[in-house]
């Protein structure tokens, strides 16, 4: 056990030394660029976890719709979009503007989206099936981009409604 023990020490100290040795190399700029903007991503994404575990906590509604996705009346998708409405103010704006030129059910979508529901609960939601809501995620997606005149991007429609 103790030759285990010193094993691990010694195995310990050189991989401090080690990455004292990298902090002492001169990264090249791109790479400090790099190193720079991913912390920032990484730091962004822990905060929007944050923010929305938060969200969650505060709203037991949406925990319980979670727990047990169930079809929703037109009542009830209100209520959900006025509770967004309150949580992030700016986004029915950018999505029931006129420059998006959204219909109402790529409008529900895009709420919907923006509150962290899978394809499959927001299927159950509105009582369509998974494919339909993959297929108009896909066609409002589309629709988004060409009204913003927005190239081809990798980023999903889901990433894009979650950073506006």
Not at 76 to 83: D, G, T, V, Y
Not at 102 to 109: A, F, G, H
Request: charged share 30%.
């Amino acid at each position: 056990m103790t030759a285990l023990r010193k094993e691990n020490e010694k195995l310990q100290k050189e991989n401090i030394r080690l990455n004292d040795s990298l902090k002492d190399k001169n990264l090249s700029p791109e790479m400090a660029e790099l190193k720079r903007v991913t912390g920032e991503l990484q730091q962004s994404f822990r905060q929007g976890e944050d923010m929305f575990a938060f969200i969650q906590a505060s709203c037991p509604s949406l925990v319980k719709l979670r727990r047990k996705p169930v079809y929703l009346s037109h009542a009830e998708i209100q209520e959900l979009r006025s509770l967004a409405d309150v949580i992030f103010p700016k986004f029915g704006s950018l999505v029931k503007g006129k420059t998006l030129d959204l219909k109402e059910s790529e409008v529900i979508l895009c709420y919907l989206i923006k509150l962290h529901f899978s394809v499959s609960e927001i299927a159950i939601f509105l009582g369509i099936a998974s494919t339909s809501v993959s297929t108009a995620k896909l066609r409002t997606k589309k629709k988004i981009y060409a009204a913003l005149d927005i190239s081809s991007s990798n980023e999903s429609l889901d990433q894009w409604l979650w950073r506006h």
